[in-house]
């Protein structure tokens, strides 16, 4: 338990990993008995989701970052309801959090930073990111705190606490005959990957990648032959990728599946998960691969060589380096037992990065910054 309660901001309309994360985050701490309200935007995805678990939702228009009406509202609901502690989940909460706790010495600030990018180098920026009302940082891997530290934070300001999934939910898959059927893939090895189509996940890698793989396949004579690729998830760049895949010849191989609320399943139709990403906070996403048993081949970018380790549970190579990451993709799909093994391995492994440990992590920055340590 804390002396006071937890009010966390996330400014986010859309679902996505981060989104997730805070409500496991709410989750777990709910049921370490700490009282908390998510603010968020009206109609947002986490909102509905947060309501439907039972949890407490504050919904507060936010028109940006520097939006003084609703930093009012987030300062009036912390002090009138007793959430004294703020925690500040994507980068506009963070100034918006800032910026209430400079108007009252009963609040303190705590900001997870979940991209593994540098901060952008303004003097605003820096004055944001450097600000001593920011009373630490939460770093979701030991790459991000790297980064951090680079862009002027003191290391001593920051502690790590992984992401965490509920691996359980991964224990038992749905039946996944229907994907067979829906995506026409019966016979094939079935490469998957599941990720916003946004620059950081360079999808354009992984396509490069599976014109390599293409060729290496045709030559060959093994069950490897017969594969696709599919790609789970929307973005920016969904357009580009689609129009870069004819490019390549790749129609045949690759399809784009959109948003999908079945990834229990999905993961149940995979026999690898790939991933491409040049910058990555940590990826949940190949946690639930993990969780799932599934064996991964993926660059090395950002925080996921903290998760996968190399030739244990799956294979790493360089960022930007398709013939790599087609070579590593071409190795594991001509050998079943390795990709069991490696597949095994991860269920094991992911146990380290369990929901409710996240949650325990963040409760102990909580209780340091208090001052309510033992």
């Not at 703020?86 to 100034?95: E, G, I, N, P, V």
């Not at 990018?117 to 003097?123: G, I, K, L």
């Not at 939910?169 to 893939?185: H, I, M, S, T």
């Not at 689609?242 to 784009?256: Q, T």
Request: hydrophobic share 40%.
């Amino acid at each position: 338990m804390i002396s006071t309660g937890v009010l966390h901001i996330t400014t986010a309309r859309s679902w996505r990993g981060g989104e997730q994360q805070v409500l496991y985050l709410a989750l777990a701490l709910s049921e370490q008995g700490i009282r908390q309200c998510i603010v968020a935007p009206p109609g947002s995805e986490l909102s509905a989701r947060a309501r439907q678990a039972g949890l407490e939702v504050a919904e507060i228009p936010i028109l940006g970052e520097l939006d003084f009406l609703a930093v009012r509202r987030i300062r009036k609901l912390a002090l009138e309801r007793g959430y004294h502690l703020l925690h500040a989940h994507t980068a506009k909460a963070h100034s918006l959090g800032l910026l209430a706790r400079k108007k009252s010495d009963k609040l303190k600030l705590i900001v997870s930073r979940r991209v593994d990018f540098p901060a952008r180098q303004n003097f605003l920026s820096r004055k944001k990111y450097q600000s001593p009302y920011v009373d630490r940082y939460i770093a979701i891997s030991r790459n991000v705190k790297r980064i951090l530290v680079a862009d002027g934070i003191d290391e001593d300001r920051i502690s790590v606490a992984y992401s965490g999934i509920d691996s359980a939910r991964f224990q038992k898959l749905p039946d996944c005959q229907y994907l067979r059927q829906e995506f026409r893939c019966e016979g094939h090895l079935i490469l998957g990957n599941i990720a916003a189509l946004v620059d950081h996940k360079d999808h354009r890698t992984l396509l490069e990648a599976v014109g390599v793989l293409q060729e290496l396949t045709d030559r060959s004579d093994g069950p490897e032959k017969h594969w696709k690729l599919l790609i789970v998830g929307e973005g920016e760049l969904e357009g580009y990728l689609k129009a870069l895949c004819e490019e390549l010849h790749l129609e045949d191989r690759v399809i784009f599946t959109g948003f999908r609320k079945d990834i229990p399943a999905l993961l149940n139709l995979f026999d690898v998960f790939v991933m491409s990403s040049k910058e990555e906070g940590l990826g949940t996403a190949v946690l639930d691969a993990m969780a799932a048993g599934l064996p991964v081949v993926s660059t090395a970018g950002g925080g996921i060589p903290e998760m996968i380790d190399h030739k244990k549970g799956g294979l790493l190579s360089p960022v930007r380096g398709p013939r790599n990451l087609a070579e590593s993709l071409y190795y594991i799909m001509s050998r079943s037992g390795i990709r069991k093994r490696y597949g095994s391995y991860n269920r094991k492994r992911v146990k380290d990065f369990d929901f409710r440990n996240t949650a325990l992590q963040n409760l102990d920055v909580y209780r340091l910054v208090l001052g309510e340590t033992d």
